[in-house]
């Protein structure tokens, strides 16, 4: 990749955007302007302002240091389930890709009847069905990732099974799984980098919803969909409180999802 | 004829593939269903008696297919948390849902077929560009942000309807169509901005056909050319899309229902889920993978009578 | 200028049709001018890519996406047709003027049954009922030969395209060429998709369709054996413009211009299909690449200096012959007799 500024629109604004949401969740481990959880009864429902930035919800916690530790949360639930599908997804994929026949067919099936499924439900099976604890949500949100990685992995592999460095590496005696993983994974990098920056908007996404239905990240732990689900009873007075951290899983989930069409174009891909 | 009895077999099997997976997941996974649900300090009578309702004492095999055959018998266990029959809650709440899915599905028809064949006449317009971009936001919404955002709207600036205050459909039928009109537009417009795009590329394609020269050289006016030629041809791949379309409604559903307090089935589901109330969440995702797979076999089919051009029937 | 071309159905004057492309704006057809009689059957001949089909499409404006007509006028019936709204223009496309393209295939909507599309013809312009739509379709289906024993007429409107075989489809685009009766047909390569058996028999389509509607026919082609057979003028094009013109018995028999010559050289028989031009080295320079002069000096055995530097007149070479050469002679040129 070229050192400098990006030409491409999309990837100087995906990543300006992306940047400003990691610098945030950082930035939330050492510093924020307030308490997240301490209350003020006295400025509820406050507007952007001084010395409040973002305004403060209905207990009169400060909005801005809320928002910036759901950066945090988001993004760290977010990143392990788009590891999580990719890790399975490569797992799956590859030897589906590099084997075919039966081990193909078995593992498509599976993934197909995977895909079938509405995302949502089978998140919800998950949340149900697991021991609960502070990041389920993890485990139930990255089983839906993994068919989408499946696939990206099982295509690239096709692509390279057959190709020269594949080949040599078989004549010099690599073992399959060598191969698969030594030679063909550092080709395919392109594809599933652009694939899991864009699953990372997808996983704030989802990660929000369930977190709005109140199966996320449990409280006290801020989240954006909690922080949304809290703020919506006093919609009438105060629709603010609901309305920044909406604002902020769509700019987040925009930066993303720019990111990634960035970095597909920039990739060739 | 051999090709649905063919689609049909492909239906059962999907269908056991989803009772066993969910089965599974409800039966295998948890470890001991009774100590999640009474917790581990549960007197031991209470425990006997909910193990023997739960089917506990059976062995798994046998226990799938008693939950199996009850099932296609219309019993559906009866409700941890309502110690009612499952059958009655659900009963009461799907028409409901069925309701708010079925107007979404219209809605979304009704805005993105226009929205797409006007985008594929304007395509590089400055219009065609302005509508591409808001289709684009509204998909980073996420959907019950946009709920919220019309509860606001609607609800609260505009009065159209009164948040929360839910009309029963056998109440005031007029009114209940009015409430749901607005959890409708939240469901229907993210779906109508992917069933715009797809529209448009596929009307783009179809307009550069030589059956569009053909028309176009009869005399035809370009809106005779794009809704009598066009859009026939272009909405083909975009019912295939519709399968997709009706799971996505389904699953937003399940949140709208939340965010405007919509008593259907999928408010059920995640007040059920919280109490771990599994006989009824178990019943609720075997109705909800029913419908979903129904509606894509719905799809499949309709895909066969529109399009002359397959044979099989 | 109307009352002295009476005669004439359509008269395009010096042409030209530009493409634009990303590096700038290129001519594919230039100071193209041809007359087409009433009830006349005109050819107009060349290589793929000497803009034929462009010319074709330009008179009824249907130029695809990147052409635009640059220059020049094309006078229908008397009237400038790019002096008409879109309204006048529309009713003059398929009421008045036919078009038959090359591939049948694609060219019908897969969707829709024949029947119906060839009502859609009359729907437009004559303004007739239901019923008598149906009648019209059906009369106009068996005048293009569509039936066959085990085939009727009304059979045939309840079929798809895809259940019918090139040959047939191609009759179907005639039949909605024809619907209205127009007073020309434009036909774009209409027999080169099709075998050679059923060339012939759409070719006698045509010819008696000439003769029973007096429709003029403006034919495009690269086969010359097939020209030969069905018109009686031809023009030859190569390059954007014309380079020889007259009766075919002129210009086929007695071909003046090198290039006319090359195309008649290498056509050993009658009736060939998709003849490449072997005998003559070189190929048609593409719009942009064309130079000042004579586009087909460069592959001229007997270019001179002046072909380089200028475009050749227009040489009379009698009432039914010109062609456009520095080189054509016009005594020697005189011996021969000229119908």
């Known amino acids: ?269 | 004829m051999r090709y649905l009895v063919r689609r049909l077999l492909t239906l059962v099997l999907t269908l056991l593939l989803v009772s066993l997976l969910t089965f599974g997941a409800f039966n295998v996974i948890p470890g001991d269903p009774v100590s999640l649900i009474l917790g581990t300090e549960a007197r031991a009578d209470r425990v006997a008696v909910l193990r023997s309702h739960l089917g506990l004492d059976m062995r798994p095999g046998q226990r799938y297919l008693s939950w199996l055959s009850g099932f296609a018998r219309g019993d559906f266990g009866t409700s941890i948390k309502y110690s009612t029959p499952v059958r009655g809650l659900i009963a009461a709440r799907l028409p409901v849902t069925l309701f708010l899915a079925l107007l979404s599905l219209v809605l979304t028809a009704a805005v993105s077929i226009p929205l797409g064949v006007y985008c594929a006449r304007k395509h590089g317009s400055i219009q065609d560009r302005a509508i591409g971009a808001t289709m684009m936001a509204v998909l980073s919404m996420p959907n019950f942000f946009l709920g919220v955002v019309f509860v606001w709207l609607f609800g609260l600036v505009l009065k159209l309807f009164t948040p929360g205050g839910y009309v029963d459909y056998q109440a005031d039928f007029p009114r209940f169509i009015g409430y749901i009109l607005f959890p409708a537009l939240a469901i229907a417009l993210p779906n109508s901005a992917v069933v715009v795009k797809f529209l448009r590329g596929s009307a783009i394609g179809e307009l550069r056909s030589d059956y569009v020269r053909t028309a176009r050289a009869k005399g035809a006016s370009e809106d005779r050319v794009l809704y009598g030629h066009v859009l026939k041809n272009a909405i083909i791949p975009v019912i295939a899309l519709f399968g997709m379309i009706v799971a996505e409604i389904f699953s937003g559903s399940i949140i709208i229902e939340q965010v405007f307090s919509i008593p259907g089935v999928g408010r059920l589901l995640i007040s059920s889920i919280t109490s771990r109330d599994f006989p009824l969440v178990e019943t609720l995702v075997m109705y909800i993978a029913l419908i979903v797979v129904l509606a894509n076999l719905a799809v499949d089919i309709a895909i066969q009578f529109i399009d002359p051009r397959i044979k099989v029937r | 200028m109307s009352q002295v071309l009476s005669d004439t159905i359509l008269r395009i004057l010096d042409l030209r049709l530009s493409i634009r492309r990303r590096d700038g704006l290129f001519h594919a057809v230039e100071g193209l001018s041809l007359r087409v009689g009433r009830g006349e059957i005109l050819g107009l001949v060349g290589e793929s890519g000497c803009g034929k089909s462009l010319t074709a499409l330009s008179v009824p404006a249907l130029l695809p996406d990147g052409v635009e007509r640059s220059g020049g006028k094309i006078i229908f019936d008397g009237r400038d047709l790019f002096e008409l709204g879109t309204d006048e223009l529309r009713s003059i496309r398929g009421g008045r003027i036919g078009m038959v393209f090359q591939e049948p295939m694609t060219s019908l909507n897969p969707l829709q049954r024949i029947g119906e599309q060839i009502e859609e013809s009359f729907e437009l312009h004559c303004g007739l009922t239901r019923a008598q739509r149906r009648e019209a379709c059906v009369d106009i289906i068996g005048k293009v030969g569509i039936p066959k024993p085990g085939l009727s007429a009304e059979e045939a409107a309840n079929y798809y395209p895809h259940q019918l075989s090139g040959g047939l489809r191609q009759r179907v685009m005639i039949a909605i060429a024809l619907a209205c009766k127009p007073q020309l047909i434009i036909a774009d390569e209409p027999t080169t998709a099709l075998d050679v058996t059923i060339q012939a028999q759409i070719l006698d389509l045509l010819r008696s369709i000439n003769a029973d509607y007096g429709c003029a026919i403006l034919f495009i082609s690269h086969d010359l054996g097939v020209v030969n057979e069905l018109c009686d003028r031809v023009a030859v094009m190569y390059a954007g413009r014309i380079v020889e013109e007259g009766s075919v018995s002129n210009v086929l028999i007695h071909p003046v211009h090198e290039y006319t010559k090359g195309l008649m050289g290498s056509l050993p028989g009658r009736a060939r299909k998709g003849q490449r031009l072997a005998s003559i080295p070189g190929r048609v320079p593409p719009p942009g690449q064309r130079g000042s002069g004579c586009a087909f000096a460069p592959r001229c055995a007997r270019a001179q200096n002046e072909c380089f530097l200028a475009l050749p007149p227009k040489v009379e070479l009698g009432p039914n012959h010109a062609v456009w050469c520095f080189l054509a002679d016009v005594e020697s040129e005189m011996e021969y007799v000229r119908i």
């Open chain 1, 1 to 269: 990749m070229k050192t400098g500024i990006p030409h491409d629109r999309d990837l100087r604004a995906g990543l300006t955007i992306v940047a400003l949401v990691a610098f945030s969740a950082l930035a939330s481990l050492v510093f924020t302007p307030f308490d997240p959880n301490a209350m003020d009864a006295a400025h509820r429902f406050a507007l952007p302002g001084w010395p409040h930035l973002l305004g403060t919800d209905n207990f009169g916690r400060d909005i801005l240091s809320r928002l910036a530790v759901g950066a945090r949360f988001s993004l760290i639930v977010s990143l392990s389930t788009v590891t999580i599908g990719t890790v399975f997804g490569v797992l799956l994929g590859m030897p589906a890709g590099y084997f075919g026949g039966v081990v193909d067919e078995v593992i498509m099936r599976l993934v197909d009847a995977l895909t079938s499924f509405p995302g949502i439900l089978l998140a919800l099976v998950a949340v149900t069905v697991l021991p609960s604890g502070r990041y389920t949500i993890v485990a139930a949100l990255g089983v839906l990732f993994v068919p989408s990685f499946t696939r990206i992995a099982r295509s690239g592999t096709l692509q390279f099974k057959d190709s020269e460095f594949a080949a040599s590496a078989r004549a010099f005696g690599a073992s399959s799984f060598r191969v698969m993983f030594v030679h063909i994974l550092p080709n395919i990098y392109p594809q599933l980098l652009s694939a899991i920056v864009v699953g990372l908007s997808n996983a704030i996404l989802a990660e929000s919803g369930m977190s709005y239905l109140g199966l996320g990240i449990q409280p006290p732990a801020p989240s954006w969909g909690r922080m949304l689900a809290e703020a919506q009873a006093f919609l009438f007075n105060a629709p603010w409180g609901a309305i920044a951290p909406g604002l902020a899983i769509m700019i987040a989930v925009l930066g993303f999802n720019r990111l990634g069409e960035g970095l597909r174009k920039e990739l060739g891909l």
